[in-house]
């Protein structure tokens, strides 16, 4: 089974500096990855999703992901925080049912705080 | 265009009690989910609807029951509430069932079983 590690229940970086969100994979074939991003009380929203046609991945708010198969990983990062980015993010990745239907399989999150 | 749309927002059990969430998308998908998220451990896939019809177990099904009503309307019961199902439970809908197919999530439903 396809399972992802989110490195950091909570990254605390100040207005202006770099996001670096960590997460890794361990599956045995090419995988389906994603990052979410769930702000205070609302549902989960697609951020950007890899798909083995470019191995750096551009999302919405200025994110991006670089898929790096001989570290099994998949970080996230935007170059200068702003206050608006505060939320949980959520790694993912595709993982078969024996049901034939391949599911999300989520990290545990990590909650992302900005200070001006 | 509202999206995934759920009800109730927030709802407080007593344990033996049912309920039922509802949940409706208008973006005319082909697949709806329902999850449960709890602190320090992500979402987790209750039970699917890969098509108008046909509902299938996800990872934690044990104490719930889903039905597709229509190609809008997927809803989840709980027929005798335990504390354990306290949790904030989400609905997600997505085209189809291929692995790159977006999921589009509703706002949530906030359960607490006393």
């Known amino acids: 089974a396809q399972s992802v590690t989110q490195l950091g229940s909570h990254v605390s970086v100040s207005e202006g500096a770099l996001v670096l969100l960590r997460c890794n994979y361990s599956?045995?074939?090419?995988?389906?990855l994603f990052w979410y991003v769930q702000y205070p009380n609302q549902g989960l929203q697609l951020l950007l999703k890899?798909?083995?046609?470019?191995?750096l991945v551009k999302g919405i708010n200025g994110f991006e992901a670089e898929f790096k198969k001989s570290e099994t990983s998949f970080h996230l990062t935007k170059p200068s925080a702003h206050m608006s980015d505060a939320a949980e993010y959520f790694c993912a990745v595709s993982d078969w049912m024996n049901t034939g239907f391949q599911k999300l399989v989520f990290g545990t999150g990590t909650r992302l705080l900005v200070s001006p | 265009n509202a999206g995934v749309t759920q009800t109730p927002k927030f709802q407080v059990l007593k344990t033996g009690q049912s309920m039922t969430l509802q949940c409706a998308q208008d973006m005319n998908h082909n697949s709806m989910y329902w999850y449960r998220q709890d602190p320090g451990m992500g979402l987790r896939l209750i039970y699917y609807s890969a098509s108008e019809g046909t509902t299938d177990k996800g990872e934690v099904p044990n104490g719930y029951n889903v039905s597709r009503l229509n190609k809008r309307e997927f809803s989840l019961r709980l027929e005798s509430a335990a504390p354990s199902q306290t949790s904030v439970y989400f609905c997600?809908?997505?085209?189809?069932?291929?692995?790159?197919?977006?999921?589009?999530f509703g706002p949530g439903t906030r359960l607490t079983v006393l």
């Open positions: 599956s045995s074939v090419p995988p389906y």
């Open positions: 997600a809908s997505s085209a189809g069932l291929a692995e790159t197919d977006e999921q589009f």
């Open positions: 890899y798909t083995s046609a470019a191995t």
